[in-house]
């Protein structure tokens, strides 16, 4: 079945610090990719998609680029702020029947001044 | 535009209790709608999905069932609740089809006591 990794958190980093989050996925044919946020006690918000190999999406400053030949979506940012942390989730939505999400387990961002 | 709304935002329950909780979607129609659970500090899960009036999809066995009475309302219901329960329940709507973009509501907080 689908299934998505994401690297480990919680990432602490200081304010203008260049950010990487790593994800990878695996699933059968093509499927689109997510990157969601979610600040405390809220639900969650779509920061950005691609829904082709090679396409990057980017919102915010963040980017990720669908790289089908490793099976990747890393999320970067050049400069960080203390606005940015949050929980961020990786995310696919496979061809079938709706367009169900398989998430990653989520990766806390904690900015620093 | 469209929005999407969840009530209530908290609620306590002691077990054994039943549960009922709304979700609403406007400005837009036949949406495929979507529960979701978050545990604790843990990602989230897929329980329930529709792709029309009265068509409920369970992805996982558990104690909670969903109906859906009217094109963009979505109920996610319990006859009786358990510890295990707890968490934050979050619906979200798509567009028609697969491999779409899901839009989150702001989510139900539940404490099961």
């Known amino acids: 079945g689908d299934s998505v990794t994401q690297m480990e958190g919680p990432v602490t980093l200081s304010e203008e610090a260049f950010l990487t989050i790593n994800c990878t996925y695996t699933a059968t044919g093509y499927p689109s990719l997510f990157w969601y946020v979610q600040y405390p006690g809220e639900g969650l918000q779509l920061l950005l998609k691609a829904t082709k190999a090679d396409d990057k999406g980017s919102n915010k400053g963040f980017e990720a680029t669908y790289r089908k030949e490793t099976t990747s979506f890393h999320l970067e940012k050049g400069s960080v702020q203390v606005s940015d942390s949050a929980v961020y989730f990786c995310a696919l939505a496979s061809t079938g029947t709706a367009s169900k999400l398989t998430f990653g387990t989520g990766t806390r961002l904690q900015v620093t001044l | 535009s469209q929005t999407i709304h969840q009530w209530p935002a908290t609620l306590v329950q002691p077990v054994g209790s039943p549960l009922s909780l709304e979700c609403t979607v406007e400005g837009t129609s036949n949406p495929n709608l979507y529960w979701y659970r978050q545990a604790a500090g843990r990602g989230l899960q897929l329980l329930f999905y529709s792709v029309g009036i009265g068509q409920i999809s369970s992805e996982v066995p558990q104690n909670l069932s969903a109906s859906r009475p009217q094109d963009r309302q979505f109920i996610l219901s319990s006859k009786k609740l358990l510890l295990s329960d707890s968490g934050f329940y979050l619906c979200?709507?798509?567009?028609?089809?697969?491999?779409?973009?899901?839009?989150f509501g702001p989510g139900t907080r539940l404490l099961v006591l």
């Open positions: 979200a709507w798509s567009t028609g089809g697969s491999r779409e973009t899901q839009y």
